[in-house]
């Protein structure tokens, strides 16, 4: 299994950061640990209390999972306060790339905690956005929600998450632009468990 998660640094800093290791991944997966990734990620500098607000945990707790983090090469230190009194943190501008053995059980299981983890960061803010879209200025109300079943041949398969990367990095690497705000994209492109009996039509697509 290949995943990949972007942090949204500027592109001269990005760079690959590969995690094969399953414990490594299972670690990474951590709900307090991904809400830090996740507000780090926006190009925000926050201190361990900031974080500690985001996780619910105490300051101190929270420093523990932001060690963690800077050890794995996912977040650093950032220039601190003013007054010196606080040490902001900042993420590196890594991107992290699974890398995982799934024909293992370790392997699969660590890939399924990291879905699971990344499903459940996505369905909230979907359902935050969509609950208080009344609110939002027209241009803004409709998120694009939808689910393709396509019939893919290995090679599709394998060719189609490359094919779709690279529309998102035409948006991705470059300036923050004038009126833009945060927006996730989530990929997903996986087999079902079971095959349906081929009914003889090309593909069968719903979207809602």
């Not at 945990?57 to 523990?64: E, I, M, V």
């Not at 009194?85 to 399924?112: F, K, M």
């Amino acid at each position: 299994m290949s995943d990949s998660h972007d942090h949204e640094r500027a592109p001269e800093r990005a760079a690959l950061h590969h995690f094969r290791d399953p414990r490594s991944i299972r670690a990474l997966a951590h709900p307090a640990r991904l809400a830090i990734i996740d507000a780090l990620a926006a190009g925000d500098e926050l201190t361990a209390t900031q974080c500690a607000e985001l996780t619910g945990l105490s300051p101190s707790a929270t420093a523990y999972h932001l060690k963690l983090l800077e050890r794995y090469g996912v977040v650093e230190s950032a220039p601190p306060t003013p007054d010196r009194r606080e040490r902001p943190w900042r993420a590196t501008g890594h991107q992290i790339q699974d890398d995982l053995d799934t024909s293992t059980p370790a392997g699969a299981s660590a890939a399924a905690a990291v879905a699971a983890a990344y499903f459940d960061t996505t369905r909230t803010v979907a359902v935050e956005f969509t609950e208080g879209s009344h609110t939002e200025p027209e241009e803004w109300r409709n998120a694009a929600l939808s689910n393709v079943e396509l019939w893919l041949t290995p090679e599709e398969f394998e060719r189609l998450p490359e094919e779709l990367t690279a529309v998102l990095h035409q948006y991705r690497d470059r300036t923050r632009p004038p009126g833009s705000r945060r927006v996730r994209v989530m990929n997903v492109v996986v087999p079902h468990l079971r095959a349906r009996p081929e009914s003889g039509r090309g593909g069968l697509d719903s979207a809602r």
